[in-house]
């Protein structure tokens, strides 16, 4: 649960509170779409490829409560993200991530982290460390290990900003 991040993001953009509580539900790592998992529990490795803008593969098969390695890497010539949850949990997050772009954190093929460290004012910054995504640059390889619940509706997406849109995100089917 990384609800202190959302909090500072949804003050510096002002959201109505309606919108930051949809937000922090929505964000929450919880039942909805498993939880990190440990890399010596993974039953397999996934490789994923990151293209502009599309993956490959499209859709993934896993068996309920399967934990599994996924090493991400971006062959694209743009910055890109792996990142699993709800549909609910990307549209919060798309909310994130444009404000990075707005910000200058991303640009184009490249993240400028030093950016993402900086204090907003309030001591709190911009990082993208959800275990639940990885955020590339081309050429750029991690892993992501993570552990399925039993049931849901969950994707893998890209939430740089029209990259969703454009259709960057795959279907993960609970056997
Ligand atoms: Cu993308």
């Known amino acids: 649960m990384n609800a202190s991040k959302f909090l500072v993001i949804a003050a510096v953009v002002s959201m109505p509170a309606a919108t930051f509580a949809a937000g922090a539900d929505g964000h929450g790592h919880g ?12 039953s397999r490795t996934i490789n994923v490829e990151m293209y502009d803008n599309y993956y490959e593969p499209e859709m993934i098969d896993v068996e309920p409560g399967e934990t ?5 890497e971006n062959k ?4 890109h993200e792996f ?11 798309q909310k994130e991530m444009k404000m990075m772009v707005e910000h200058g954190v991303i640009q184009g ?3 400028h982290h ?5 204090d907003m004012g309030n001591g709190h910054s911009m990082k993208h460390d959800d275990p639940n995504s990885v955020l590339l640059e081309p050429g750029e390889s991690q892993e992501v290990v993570w552990t399925f619940s039993d049931k849901g509706n969950v994707e893998f997406a890209c939430n740089v900003p029209g990259h969703y849109q454009a259709g960057m995100y795959g279907e993960i089917n609970l056997k």
Not at 31 to 42: D, F, L, N, V, Y
Not at 76 to 79: A, D, I, P, W
């Open 68 to 72: 599994v390695r996924f090493v991400v």
């Open 114 to 118: 030093d950016m993402m460290n900086m």
């Open 83 to 93: 990142n699993i949850g709800t549909p609910g949990m990307h549209d919060a997050h």
């Open 109 to 111: 093929g490249q993240i």
């Open 76 to 79: 694209g010539n743009l910055v």
């Open 31 to 42: 039942m909805a779409s498993g939880e990190p998992g440990k890399a010596s529990q993974a």
